[in-house]
């Protein structure tokens, strides 16, 4: 079965800060506990926990161990939703204490914002096992595999962060990852709806180009031939795996600047308010 067990990053660390291109936020925090009941009532033993990290580790080292955003409720991490890769796994006691590194895909994006906005974020351990009956608990039994880290940001997972209720806190992470997945989907319109327009543009442009064409529109002239003791065109079909042909440099930047100017009377491309003081 499915074993999903989150634990609240109330001591998360940022590790860097990801202060420009190529430099990711990294963070480090106790990722699991051993010996100890969590909030769903499980215990995962200690020799169980070493054991289940140990055959992580390689996949870790080899910068295989991707995680995802939210409660994925399958046994396979799919790369579409990865917002981060753990980067280092050990022991500190009971605590199994990691480390992970944001990506720059649309879900790192939200959890970097998550964090840079002061959001607690929890981290969750997701592996497949069994579980025995203990007194008042369950037990992880010693077939336990953990697949990776996910990171959520749920407070009715654990109960609610001490630092803000319940409902300011869910507001706020509606927000944030809105105000990040708002301008990837604009980005993504605003890239599909020029890539029409182009098309229109080459399209219009072949027209023209076949105004004197004496061929069928799906046929090109190769040469001239005889027919009835009088020479016509020869024309043979046109291939569909042909490429499309660039349309003219004026005619995207035509377009392409009339866009801009519309991104700006929108408030996009405009500098961010600074909050505080200098910096």
Partial sequence: MLLTDVRILDTLQVVNESAGPGKPMKVRG???RADEANNNGRIYPQQVLENAIN????????????????????DMVKLSNASHIITSLRFEGKDVIGEAEILSTPAGKVVEALIRDGIKIGISSRGMGTLSEGKGHKIVNEDFKLL????VADPSTRGAFPSLTESVQSKAVENTIKKVVGRNVFLSMLEA????????????????????????????????KMKGGRPVPDCVPISKKKKKKPIK????????????????????GKPAKKKGGKK
Wanted: aromatic content about 10%.
């Fill in 193 to 224: 709806k020029i890539d029409n327009k182009l098309d229109e543009l080459r399209i219009d442009e072949a027209k023209d180009k076949r105004k004197d064409d004496p061929c069928w529109a799906t046929h090109k002239q190769v040469g001239m």
């Fill in 55 to 74: 055959n992580l580790i390689e996949a870790v080292q080899e910068r295989r161990c991707v995680g995802e955003l939210d409660h994925p409720t399958y």
């Fill in 148 to 151: 990776t880290f996910d990171i």
């Fill in 30 to 32: 106790v990722f699991q």
């Fill in 249 to 268: 440099e004026s005619a995207y930047t035509k377009y392409a600047a009339k866009f801009i100017q519309e991104m700006k009377s929108c408030g996009y």
